[in-house]
T-cell receptor, first 110, second 115 residues
Framework: GENVEQHPSTLSVQEGDSAVIKCTYS??????FPWYKQELGKGPQLIID?????GEKKDQRIAVTLNKTAKHFSLHITETQPEDSAVYFC?????????FGTGTRLKVLA | EAGVAQSPRYKIIEKRQSVAFWCNPI?????LYWYQQILGQGPKLLIQ????????DSQLPKDRFSAERLKGVDSTLKIQPAKLEDSAVYLC?????????????FGNGTRLTVT
């Protein structure tokens, strides 16, 4: 069946450094790739997304890149801050169905 | 706009008891999803509604789980009887439409503990 692999499962960075989270999907029909941030006790919140006709998208300190040929997409956070500490999930939307990655716990060390 | 509302926030029950969760999606959102999130894992789809019709319930354990969205707005998810392995956070999400890159908006979930 379709799946989304996400790496790493945990990531610790110093405040001000960059963080990169990578995902690989299997469903060739996937055409929409959102990223969610989940803080403790809350539901996932959409932080950025990218569609299959775009290779890169940026929103302030956050950027997402997509390589459809390799079925890879990545989240890049620059100048990390303590409030970026959370669990991040990637997802791929195929035929009316979202498949989520297993999550990355990001810790930003002050 | 108001977000996705879920209640209760927490529930503790004994195994073999029943429990129900409620969700009110964002106004105007046609598609509603129930996800199960076990600690340390990503959300897993249980059931997806388009208006009041079921689109996908392939991963819903139908011998114990049921869900309805009778008027195409709010929804309830029920577990009867509960098992220990049902301990998880149950997330409700909604989207404006099905597919075509319509993002999901999640509620804060109901944390269920089965003892």
């Amino acid at each position: 069946g379709e799946n989304v692999e996400q790496h790493p499962s945990t990531l610790s960075v110093q405040e001000g450094d960059s963080a990169v989270i990578k995902c690989t999907y299997s469903d060739s029909a996937s055409n929409y790739f959102p990223w969610y941030k989940q803080e403790l006790g809350k539901g996932p919140q959409l932080i950025i997304d990218i569609r299959s006709n775009v290779g890169e998208k940026k929103d302030q300190r956050i950027a997402v890149t997509l390589n459809k040929t390799a079925k890879h997409f990545s989240l890049h956070i620059t100048e990390t801050q303590p409030e970026d500490s959370a669990v991040y999930f990637c997802a791929a939307e195929g035929t009316y169905k979202y498949i989520f990655g297993t999550g990355t716990r990001l810790k930003v060390l002050a | 706009e108001a977000g996705v509302a879920q209640s209760p926030r927490y529930k503790i029950i004994e195994k073999r008891q029943s429990v129900a969760f409620w969700c009110n999606p964002i106004s105007g959102h046609a598609t509603l999803y129930w996800y199960q999130q076990i600690l340390g894992q990503g959300p897993k789809l249980l059931i997806q509604f388009q208006n009041n019709g079921v689109v996908d319930d392939s991963q819903l354990p139908k011998d114990r789980f049921s869900a309805e969205r009778l008027k195409g707005v709010d929804s309830t998810l029920k577990i009867q009887p509960a098992k220990l392995e049902d301990s998880a956070v149950y997330l409700c999400a909604s989207s404006y439409r099905q597919g075509l890159g319509s993002p999901l908006h999640f509620g804060n979930g109901t944390r269920l503990t089965v003892t």
